[in-house]
Each structure stands twice: as structure tokens, then as C-alpha cells.
């Protein structure tokens, strides 16, 4: 399997406080990517990026930044977590050998705002 | 009308059954299709392209029917390991926008 790793895996904190989550990949994967997944949604992509200090907003961006200073590591920042960021977070990184659209994900994420 | 659609389920399924389940996208102009595999509390991980020709991977079945907008995938005697949610994928208007849809549960029963 790629080596793409997540951390924390589990994260229980309040409204209004700032958290960061990691990706870190040993692939040298040029992109990289964080989704969101909610029960009756699909993955939503909420940023992507596509070389170091390369980045890009996708369709569910609000309340989140980013920022990828090495290859190997992209981070995700809610800057003042909110309730409706309760959510299961995952990386991805891409493209892979199987194509220029497959994407390869991290365990995830499980993030609880309180 | 959501860009990608599935039906949520779930398929409750005898094993060694056979079991088909489709997704609508509403972008003709699409070009890329996926099928993945997501087991409970998982990441998920591709299962197999689909290919505008239809293709075949072991038991599993992938066909794109562009007239009509959906793919679909059909699995061939069914066993208990085959229980997942099996999500879609489509590519949207520029190369990296891939649009999921929510997922099929499939529960395959002894």
C-alpha cells in the first residue's frame, strides 16, 4: 500500500478552538488532497494541492486552510473549529499508477467539535 | 439533483447471490469513472475503473452507459467479504474535480 499516514486519527476538542490535522505521504505524490465525508454526502474535497506551497480551494473550503511547506506533508487547519466540522477527514494523494484520476487515501481522520 | 446518485441501500443479499447497483451523473461531459470499495469506519480504495467498453474484474462488472448517464457494476456470486459501501465517482468539469456520490451499502447474509 502507498504510504500515506494521518494524525491525529481521533480528535475531540471544543467550538473555537483551532485545530491542525497532518498528511504526511512517502510517495513524493505530487498532489495531494483533504476531503470531508458526512453521512448522505459524498467526498467533499475541501482543498487540494499540487506542489509545495502550491494549494487550491475545493468546493467546501470555508473555515479551513492549508499548507504544504514539504512534498511529504500537507496540513489542514480549522482555524476556529465549529460543531458543523464534526466530520471524518481524509487525505488522498494522487495520481497513481492505476490513473491520472486515482486517488490513494489515508485512514482518516475522526474529528468531534463539542 | 445531486451531480452523482446513488441509491443508499441497503442491498441485503444472499451469499452467492447476484447483485447489481447503478449511479446516475448529470455532467455529460464527463469522461472518467470510478467504482470504489469503502468497508465500515475504512478509507476508501478503489475497486476498479470503468471503461466506456464495459470491463470485467474477477466477478465484478463495470458498465458506462453514456446515453443514459450511469454506470453500473454487478457482482457475480456474492460472498461475505464483498460487504461494503460501494461508492462512485465521476470526473467533473477539470481534470482534478472528482464528484462522489454518497455510496450503496451492500450486506451480503450467510
Known amino acids: 500500500d502507498a504510504g500515506i499516514t494521518q494524525s491525529p486519527r481521533h480528535k475531540v476538542t471544543e467550538t473555537g478552538t483551532p485545530v491542525t490535522l497532518r498528511c504526511h505521504q512517502t510517495?513524493?505524490?505530487?498532489?495531494m488532497y483533504w476531503y470531508r465525508q458526512d453521512p448522505g454526502h459524498g467526498l467533499r474535497l475541501i482543498h487540494y494541492?499540487?506542489?509545495?506551497?502550491?494549494?487550491d480551494k475545493g468546493e467546501v473550503s470555508d473555515g479551513y486552510s492549508v499548507s504544504r511547506s514539504k512534498t511529504e506533508d500537507f496540513l489542514l487547519t480549522l482555524e476556529s473549529a465549529t460543531s458543523s466540522q464534526t466530520s471524518v477527514y481524509f487525505c488522498?494523494?494522487?495520481?497513481?499508477?492505476?490513473?491520472?484520476?486515482?486517488?490513494?487515501f489515508g485512514a482518516g481522520s475522526r474529528l468531534t467539535v463539542l | 439533483r445531486k451531480e452523482v446518485e446513488q441509491d443508499p441501500g441497503p442491498f441485503n443479499v444472499p451469499e452467492g447471490a447476484t447483485v447489481a447497483f447503478n449511479c446516475t451523473y448529470s455532467?455529460?461531459?464527463?469522461?472518467?469513472f470510478f467504482w470504489y470499495r469503502q468497508d465500515c469506519r475504512k478509507e476508501p480504495k478503489l475497486l476498479m475503473s470503468?471503461?466506456?467498453?464495459?470491463n470485467e474484474d474477477g466477478r465484478f462488472t463495470a458498465q458506462l452507459n453514456r446515453a443514459s448517464q450511469y454506470i453500473s457494476l454487478l457482482i457475480r456470486d456474492s460472498k461475505l467479504s464483498d460487504s461494503a459501501t460501494y461508492l462512485c465517482?465521476?470526473?467533473?468539469?477539470?481534470?482534478?474535480?472528482?464528484?462522489w456520490g454518497a455510496g450503496t451499502k451492500l450486506i451480503i447474509k450467510p
Open positions: 488522498a494523494i494522487g495520481p497513481t499508477t492505476s490513473g491520472a484520476n486515482v486517488l490513494t
Open positions: 510517495e513524493n505524490h505530487r498532489y
Open positions: 494541492s499540487y506542489g509545495v506551497k502550491d494549494t
Open positions: 455532467n455529460s461531459a464527463s469522461q472518467s
Open positions: 470503468v471503461y466506456s467498453s464495459g
Open positions: 465517482v465521476v470526473n467533473g468539469d477539470s481534470n482534478y474535480q472528482l464528484i
